[in-house]
């Protein structure tokens, strides 16, 4: 009989497949990013999308370190420029937006507390 139980070197080695493929996808979303603004520009839509898509990748791995620059990456776009010449003031992106990028403001503010590791919030990212 075969037990399912896996060994602490298969999870080892799990967690470093996991964390390569981790690594790949916030390699793809920054290069997503580059070339968004390399062709449609810093305030265009497109690059506005994949500069939230790359902080919410890095505000999700619940690392200190990159929840870190995903909240830095958060709050250093001009959201308020991208929503009014896109959506609908009824439109849920721009809701959605602006509450992660409130998030985002508290997030940094906790940093900024002595012996604090993470701005990493449970009730807020999903």
């Not at 009989?1 to 996808?25: F, I, N, P, S």
Request: aromatic share 8%; hydrophobic share 45%.
């Amino acid at each position: 009989m075969h037990l399912l139980v896996t060994t602490v070197d298969e999870c080892k080695e799990l967690y470093a497949q996991l964390q390569g493929l981790e690594l790949e996808e916030i390699a793809s979303i920054k290069e997503s990013l580059c070339i968004q603004a390399k062709v449609m520009g810093v305030k265009h839509v497109n690059t506005a999308t994949a500069h939230y898509n790359l902080g919410l990748t890095l505000a999700t791995t619940y690392k200190p370190a990159r929840t870190r620059e995903a909240v830095a990456i958060l709050i250093s776009w001009d959201i308020d420029i991208v929503l009014t010449r896109v959506f609908a003031d009824n439109d849920q992106i721009p809701r959605q937006w602006s509450q992660d990028l409130e998030w985002a403001q508290t997030a940094l503010a906790r940093f900024e507390k002595p012996g604090v590791l993470s701005a990493y919030s449970r009730s807020h990212i999903s």
